[in-house]
């Protein structure tokens, strides 16, 4: 009897995920919290021009305030791209492999920098050229 609760046990056990499976689930975590981010960015520019009264600093300021907030959310949108484009080549099964080289680029690499098309080598090259 003790056997086949034992049996039991084993085959109701979720398999456990891959690496890829985590880095894929980070991935969307990260993509989820940045359609947060821009569409509140986007929100809030749309306030802002509902309500944009004031003297001239208060118009300079809120300018300032408005570029830097468009640059923020351009970096978001690159970010989301970038992470899109990290998804799909998991989807392929391409990811992990470095774009320039064809080599496999090293998990710590693709752990610190999830969304990363080249390997380190390739990286330094790029950044000397």
Not at 18 to 43: F, G, P
Not at 82 to 108: F, H, N, P, W
Request: overall charge negative; hydrophobic content about 30%; charged content about 40%.
């Amino acid at each position: 009897m003790a056997r086949a609760k034992a049996t039991k046990k084993k085959q109701t056990r979720k398999p456990r995920a891959t690496w890829k499976d985590q880095i894929k689930e980070q991935l969307l975590q990260m993509r989820k919290e940045l359609l947060q981010e821009v569409s509140q960015s986007m929100r809030a520019e749309s306030d802002h021009l509902k309500h944009d009264i004031g003297d001239f600093y208060d118009h300079a300021s809120n300018d300032r305030d408005r570029e830097l907030a468009l640059m923020l959310a351009d970096r978001e949108r690159e970010k989301l791209t970038q992470v899109d484009d990290a998804l799909k080549r998991i989807e392929a099964g391409t990811y992990g492999v470095c774009e320039s080289c064809d080599e496999e680029i090293d998990k710590e690499r693709l752990s610190a920098m999830l969304f990363t098309k080249l390997c380190l080598s390739c990286q330094e090259d790029l950044e000397r050229g």
